[in-house]
């Protein structure tokens, strides 16, 4: 009978924690649900209709057609509901850990794979975002796999590959505007690597290949921009208005931060914990050491684990992640011009670690030039995880070199020390993380339904009103306006309001105008509300819209974040900030 030292190869751990992943992200399901105001752009396709071309109006503007069409498909499978549009990145989430720790093995070591992938699958920001219809988890899958093809031509001359990174890259490129990321990243990485490498062989190779790529990625993403209904240029015209500047770069790294510390809750110190853990009682299984060595190996793991969490609950994961994988990408990076050509393999290793530092150096450099929304930061996270995952992977390794030459024998042997430490680790996180973050210990599962909840309410109160009028209640009998507010527009088509419709103005309240010939109502939500053009079009219709009802609904936290800095998303209480929806009825 096998020993449960040979049951668990590196492949079969990083498995189990994808399923975990998996399971995190798709806990909690009833708590899923479109809130955000791209979710509901992103997940109209279909209930648009065809007298919208079945787009949300101006979708054009905020990403590229793929992951609509994903989530068009998605829908066409299993419905329209919330659940069948979050989920691509459900899957996409998922996957996504799979790849890191594939990727991270790949290049470094299993252990490194191992951690990366759990860094990965217990990163509270990515699961939140995966449990959400936006296009950033979905990128960040394509990023990486297309970094990855980008890596295996490079290093090994591979024009097939070239071709593939191309593909994966146009891929990115169909999901947000800006997924030729990766293209970035491989002629940066380039650039140093060949200088260090001084290999002149593979110059020639290497130039090739990423005019392969590049050309590859062109064809790839051509049609999406030859069908931009405006061209390009309105896109970036959209896309210039959230630009911050040089000024406020500062402000909006250190706002960016804050929102990692408040989206992760107590995910961030538990991923790191998780990591080294999963690392250790790997290596404890591989171990032919004696008990005392291994027990002196678990006491120290156990020293890491805790301190490494403490610092996260302090800061934040990202911040103490972010220093780990640069400090051991500087240990590691060959800066010196080598004085012969590397072999092989240890070129490949050194190309994958400047395309580490070209992607960490880049995205934190560039993010904080753009508005603090929190998503546009997944994709830094991405290198992170990689490099942060060998580091730890690495620092497991010198505690276990430190245990074989000095071991102790004051600590309890085997699998109980090993239960005892998971206890203690498991604890300690769970008190730093509530009073790190009180309230939102475990915001990634916090729940988005405040939305669908106000339109149940909508729709029983129109009908209500048309009843009393003595009108038929019928959902295909009455029309609903909802202004500036895409989200709120698809609870109400899922919920069976045919007559449902976008509206970017009130021209058809205006004075003069013939009485309506079917029940119409106006739906307006936080982005009307907040707007100065919203309340002059509302003067303008002189008294025809008349108020029916105001809803209050308190947003989830990640929807806050987008329009406050986080130390004013509570109230003065502690409480939530709150937000309101108005209904109207057209007379």
């Given at each position: 009978m096998n020993s449960p030292r040979h049951l668990f190869s590196a492949s079969t751990v990083i498995l189990l924690v994808v399923v975990v992943g998996f399971l995190l992200r798709g806990a909690l399901p009833s708590r899923i649900a479109i809130e955000h105001f791209d979710e509901g752009v992103y997940a109209s396709n279909l209930?648009?209709?065809?007298?919208?071309?079945?787009?949300?109006?101006?979708?054009?503007?905020?990403?590229?057609?793929?992951?609509?069409?994903?989530?068009?498909?998605?829908?066409?499978?299993?419905?329209?509901?919330?659940?069948?549009?979050?989920?691509?990145?459900?899957?996409a989430g998922?996957?996504?850990?799979?790849?890191?720790?594939?990727?991270?093995?790949?290049?470094?070591n299993d252990r490194a794979g191992i951690a990366a992938a759990a860094l990965a699958a217990l990163s509270g920001i990515h699961i939140l975002y995966s449990r959400t219809a936006l296009t950033d988890p979905l990128v960040c899958f394509w990023m990486l796999a297309a970094v990855y093809a980008i890596w295996c031509s490079l290093s090994y001359g591979d024009k097939s590959w070239a071709v593939i990174a191309g593909v994966l890259t146009g891929l990115s490129w169909w999901t947000k505007y800006n997924g030729w990321l990766p293209l970035a990243i491989g002629v940066s990485a380039t650039i140093p690597w060949l200088l260090v490498g001084r290999d002149r062989a593979r110059l020639r190779t290497s130039l090739v290949c990423l005019?392969?790529?590049?050309?590859?990625?062109?064809?790839?993403?051509?049609?999406?921009?030859?069908?931009?209904?405006?061209?390009?240029?309105?896109?970036?015209a959209n896309h210039r208005q959230y630009l911050v500047g040089l000024d406020r770069w500062p402000q909006t790294l250190w706002q960016q931060l804050l929102n990692h510390r408040i989206l992760e809750g107590a995910f961030g110190p538990?991923?790191?914990?998780?990591?080294?853990?999963?690392?250790?009682?790997?290596?404890?299984?591989?171990?032919?050491?004696?008990?005392?060595?291994?027990?002196?190996h678990f006491w120290k793991l156990v020293a890491l684990a805790v301190g490494l969490s403490a610092l996260a609950s302090l800061s934040a994961s990202s911040i103490v992640l972010a220093a780990l994988a640069v400090y051991w990408l500087w240990r590691n990076v060959e800066l010196r011009p080598a004085k012969s050509p590397p072999d092989e393999d240890q070129a490949a290793v050194q190309l994958a670690l400047w395309?580490?530092?070209?992607?960490?150096?880049?995205?934190?450099?560039?993010?904080?030039?753009?508005?603090a929304y929190p998503r546009i930061t997944l994709p830094w996270l991405v290198p992170i995880w990689l490099a942060g995952g060998a580091a730890i992977a690495w620092l497991v390794a010198g505690i276990k070199q430190a245990a074989d030459e000095s071991p102790t024998t004051t600590a309890p042997r085997g699998t109980i020390a090993w239960v005892a430490g998971i206890i203690v680790v498991g604890v300690a996180v769970t008190i730093a993380g509530r009073y790190w973050n009180p309230g939102s210990t475990w915001s990634v599962w916090q729940s988005h339904t405040?939305?669908?909840?106000?339109?149940?309410?909508?729709?029983?109160?129109?009908?209500?009103?048309?009843?009393?009028?003595?009108?038929?209640?019928?959902?295909?009998?009455?029309?609903?306006?909802?202004?500036?507010?895409?989200?709120?527009?698809?609870?109400?088509?899922?919920?069976?309001?045919?007559?449902?419709?976008?509206?970017?103005?009130?021209?058809?309240?205006?004075?003069?105008?013939?009485?309506?010939?079917?029940?119409?109502?106006?739906?307006?939500?936080?982005h009307a509300l907040r707007s100065s053009q919203f309340e002059e079009q509302l003067a303008e219709t002189a008294g025809r819209l008349k108020l029916l009802k105001t809803y209050p609904y308190t947003p989830s936290d990640f929807v806050l974040l987008n329009q406050h800095p986080p130390e004013e998303i509570r109230q003065a209480d502690g409480q939530q900030r709150q937000y309101s929806v108005r209904l109207y009825q057209l007379e």
């Open positions: 209930v648009t209709g065809p007298e919208y071309e079945y787009r949300y109006p101006s979708r054009h503007l905020f990403a590229p057609p793929l992951g609509p069409w994903l989530i068009e498909w998605s829908q066409v499978a299993w419905g329209i509901n919330d659940l069948a549009s979050v989920a691509v990145n459900l899957i998922g996957l996504t850990v799979l790849l890191v720790g594939f990727v991270a093995a790949r290049w470094f005019v392969i790529i590049i050309a590859t990625a062109g064809i790839v993403w051509s049609p999406a921009w030859y069908n931009l209904p405006d061209g390009y240029a309105a896109v970036a538990l991923s790191l914990a998780a990591a080294v853990i999963v690392v250790g009682a790997f290596s404890h299984l591989q171990d032919n050491s004696s008990a005392t060595t291994r027990t002196s395309m580490l530092i070209a992607w960490i150096a880049g995205l934190s450099l560039t993010t904080p030039l753009y508005t405040g939305l669908a909840d106000i339109a149940a309410e909508v729709k029983t109160d129109i009908e209500q009103r048309i009843a009393e009028q003595g009108g038929s209640p019928r959902s295909d009998d009455y029309v609903v306006d909802v202004y500036g507010e895409p989200s709120l527009f698809f609870q109400l088509r899922q919920l069976g309001i045919e007559l449902a419709l976008p509206a970017s103005n009130l021209r058809f309240a205006q004075p003069g105008l013939a009485p309506p010939t079917h029940p119409t109502f106006l739906l307006a939500g936080p």
